[in-house]
């Protein structure tokens, strides 16, 4: 699964490295980074599909690679 996030409509709001922080972390100004060495299994790619909803800006895309 890839993880993008588009940083121009991003609001900063948190909720992402919030929810996620296994997966997600503040790159010093608010906007998320991703984690890169992150094993994605099922449950974390519910959950990520749950941050990403729940994303006010809609600033997380998943795709699924492979």
């Known amino acids: 699964m890839r ?3 588009d940083i ?3 609001t900063a709001c948190r909720l992402c490295y919030d929810m996620l922080p296994q997966v997600f972390a503040d790159r010093g100004d608010g906007i ?3 984690w890169l060495r992150v094993k994605i299994d099922d449950p974390l790619k519910s959950s990520l599909r749950e941050v990403a909803e729940s994303c006010p800006s809609s600033s997380i ?3 699924e690679v492979g």
């Open 3 to 5: 993880i993008l996030i």
């Open 8 to 10: 121009d409509t991003c």
């Open 32 to 34: 998320p980074i991703v």
């Open 61 to 63: 895309q998943l795709e």
